[in-house]
């Protein structure tokens, strides 16, 4: 039960340094290449990326929301790119563990407290979108939604999924990091390669779950409102305003 | 009391062995079923793959949370067992 190779959590400042580490790759990439944005061609070849991720992610919420893709897409976004970044820069030797005992680079998502903090965000994000976009009436009615006795169950499932979206993230990257600790001591150089691979796949489709969950969540939230409030009324009101 | 220590540990290596297989044969069995009636899905309406295939990876994710859990608990019961530290610093 000794857990020396194998550590199931980091120190505080191996966190943070890992954390600002996925970060400022972030930052600064969206500085280079908003650096040299243009409206018109030529365009960099940076803006071509970036411009395909937004849009992909733009699309992505639109059709979960069913319309309205603006309001959502900072936040999700957001969450998406985070994870994406952290989970895919596993490819990096892990060179400050095995030098100076120093875990780096290991991915921020492979710790609950991350995860824990992005499904949070999530939860307190459901309830500001609501109010936001359709009012505290419309929210607070939401959890006495089919009747009234159901209120402690609409209490209980917005934890139980904020619970299951940080452990859902958490499982899948420690499982991925610890699979490729274990199989280092039992058959080194070529299976850890090949688990590392896949982990980058299971990374990938984790941070894509992981931000089609939380839309779902808010657009599920924001839509149940809808349909209550006599969905063929408020939706040929609609089409009446954007009539010109 | 290193025979309790025994005990502790060869019951937690069990448990755990038992918690990953047992945990991971539902959730499996479900994923099969949702994958074949996807597929299915897919073949009949070709036109839809697009939705088909979003839902099917989130109801995945949904499925396997039950299989992570167990893995969580498995993983607490050989790494971070609570009842082993508990019982090493009352034998120190």
Same mark, same amino acid.
């Given at each position: 039960?000794?857990?020396?190779?194998?550590?199931?959590?980091?120190?505080?400042?191996?966190?943070?340094?890992?954390?600002?580490?996925?970060?400022?790759?972030?930052?600064?990439?969206?500085?280079?290449?908003?650096?040299?944005?243009?409206?018109?061609?030529?365009?960099?070849?940076?803006?071509?990326?970036?411009?395909?991720?937004?849009?992909?992610?733009?699309?992505?919420?639109?059709?979960?929301?069913?319309?309205?893709?603006?309001?959502?897409?900072?936040?999700?976004?957001?969450?998406f790119?985070?994870?994406?970044?952290?989970n895919?820069?596993?490819?990096?030797?892990?060179?400050?563990?095995?030098?100076?005992?120093?875990?780096?680079?290991?991915?921020?998502?492979?710790?609950?407290?991350?995860?824990?903090?992005?499904?949070?965000? &999530?939860?307190?994000?459901?309830?500001?979108?609501? &109010?936001?976009?359709?009012?505290?009436?419309?929210?607070?009615?939401?959890? &006495?939604?089919?009747?009234?006795?159901?209120?402690?169950?609409?209490l209980?499932?917005?934890?139980?999924?904020?619970?299951?979206?940080?452990?859902?993230?958490f499982?899948?990257?420690?499982?991925?990091?610890?699979?490729?600790?274990i199989?280092?001591?039992?058959?080194?150089?070529?299976?850890?390669?090949?688990?590392?691979?896949?982990?980058?796949?299971?990374?990938?489709?984790?941070?894509?779950?992981?931000?089609?969950?939380?839309?779902?969540?808010?657009?599920?939230?924001?839509?149940? &409102?809808?349909?209550?409030t006599?969905?063929?009324?408020?939706?040929?009101?609609?089409?009446?305003?954007?009539?010109? | 009391? %290193?025979?309790?220590?025994s005990?502790i540990? %060869?019951?937690?290596?069990?448990?755990?062995?038992?918690?990953?297989?047992?945990?991971?044969?539902?959730?499996? #069995?479900?994923?099969?079923?949702?994958?074949?009636?996807?597929?299915?899905?897919?073949?009949?309406?070709?036109?839809?793959?697009?939705?088909?295939?979003?839902?099917? #990876?989130?109801?995945?994710a949904?499925?396997?949370?039950?299989?992570?859990?167990?893995f969580?608990?498995?993983?607490?019961?050989? #790494?971070?067992?609570?009842f082993?530290? %508990?019982?090493?610093?009352?034998?120190?």
């Open positions: 039960m000794g857990g020396e190779e194998i550590r199931l959590q980091l120190t505080f400042w191996e966190l943070m340094v890992n954390t600002w580490f996925v970060m400022a790759v972030l930052v600064v990439g969206a500085w280079l290449i908003g650096r040299r944005l243009r409206v018109d061609p030529p365009y960099t070849k940076g803006q071509h990326i970036a411009e395909v991720i937004v849009v992909a992610i733009t699309d992505q919420i639109s059709e979960i929301s069913g319309g309205e893709a603006k309001p959502f897409v900072p936040f999700v976004g957001t969450l790119l985070f994870i994406l970044a952290a895919v820069l596993t490819i990096l030797p892990d060179l400050g563990g095995s030098l100076f005992g120093f875990a780096l680079y290991y991915a921020p998502t492979a710790v609950l407290e991350t995860t824990a903090a992005l499904a949070i965000c &999530v939860f307190f994000a459901v309830p500001i979108y609501t &109010v936001a976009l359709r009012g505290v009436r419309h929210w607070l009615k939401g959890y &006495v939604q089919p009747a009234v006795w159901m209120l402690p169950f609409n209980l499932g917005d934890v139980s999924r904020a619970l299951a979206l940080a452990v859902r993230l499982g899948n990257m420690m499982s991925g990091a610890i699979i490729v600790a199989l280092l001591s039992l058959a080194p150089f070529f299976l850890p390669t090949v688990m590392q691979a896949f982990g980058l796949f299971t990374g990938s489709i984790q941070a894509y779950i992981f931000a089609v969950l939380a839309m779902v969540y808010i657009a599920s939230s924001t839509q149940v &409102v809808d349909q209550r006599s969905p063929s009324k408020t939706r040929s009101i609609e089409k009446e305003l954007q009539r010109p | 009391m %290193t025979d309790t220590l005990i540990a %060869t019951v937690s290596i069990i448990a755990a062995a038992g918690v990953i297989a047992i945990g991971g044969l539902g959730p499996s #069995f479900g994923q099969a079923r949702a994958i074949s009636q996807a597929l299915q899905s897919i073949a009949e309406q070709p036109d839809m793959s697009n939705v088909i295939t979003r839902t099917l #990876f989130v109801g995945l949904m499925l396997e949370t039950a299989s992570i859990y167990a969580v608990i498995a993983m607490i019961l050989i #790494f971070a067992n609570p082993w530290n %508990t019982m090493l610093r009352l034998t120190q």
